[in-house]
Structures are given as C-alpha cells and as structure tokens.
C-alpha cells in the first residue's frame, strides 16, 4: 500500500507561483509512476502532469506546459508541482496519485492524496 500527503496550496495572485508537495510512504513508495491532477468546481477531474518512477520520462497537459514542472526528489519520498504564472483558470483541487503504470487517465492511478487547495485571484 502506497500513503500519499499534499501540501503547499493556498491563494496567490495571477502571475504569482506556487510549489506543491505529494510525500509517498509504504511498500515501495519511490517506484510508482505520480501524477498530478486537478478538479474545479462544476468541472470534471483533468490531467495535469505525470512523471514516471526514476524521473525519466514526464508528461504534461497543453495548457500547462510551459508554466508547470513535475520533479521528484526520491530521499524525501517527495514529488513536486512547480506552478508558474498562475492564472485564475488554474484554481482548483490538486491530487497527488500513484498508480501501477504511466499514463494521463485518472483511472489508471491507484492511490490518491487527499487533495489541496490552489486559489488564483485576478
């Protein structure tokens, strides 16, 4: 079983950056491909990055690219979002998932963190 924990949401103002935070715990909790998506108010759950377990590989969503960047930082069990220029379309719930392989569906993931929250102001 796989444990996952976000941080780093909270408000800031378009154009501002935020880093947001998934820490994995249990059964080789370094070795799975992480994804993060995102779900807003009245909106369906929508892909937002993914990078697979040594770090090789990432993968973004269009409107992200560019703006977003996945890392991980495998002695902390830690996988990171790096947001930039933030605009109040990027306001939602963010979710840190693991799953057993590399993909962009959401029901492709397995584990899910609890979600936080990311608000832009214009």
């Known amino acids: 079983q796989v444990q996952l924990v976000e941080s780093g949401g909270g408000l800031v103002q378009a154009g501002g950056s935020l880093r947001l935070s998934c820490v994995a715990s249990?059964?080789?909790?370094?070795?799975?491909?992480t994804a993060w998506f995102r779900q807003a108010p009245g909106k369906e759950r929508e892909f937002v990055a993914a990078?697979?377990?040594?770090?090789?590989?990432?993968n973004y969503a269009d409107s992200m690219k560019g703006r977003f960047t996945i890392s991980r930082d495998y002695a902390k069990n830690t996988v990171y979002l790096d947001m930039n220029s933030l605009k109040p379309e990027d306001t939602a719930v963010y979710y840190c998932?693991?799953?057993?392989?590399?993909?962009?569906?959401?029901?492709?993931?397995?584990?899910w963190g609890q979600g936080t929250q990311v608000t832009v102001s214009s």
């Open positions: 990078i697979n377990w040594n770090g090789g590989n990432t």
């Open positions: 249990g059964r080789t909790s370094s070795r799975y491909p």
């Open positions: 998932a693991a799953g057993s392989y590399y993909t962009t569906r959401a029901m492709g993931y397995d584990y």
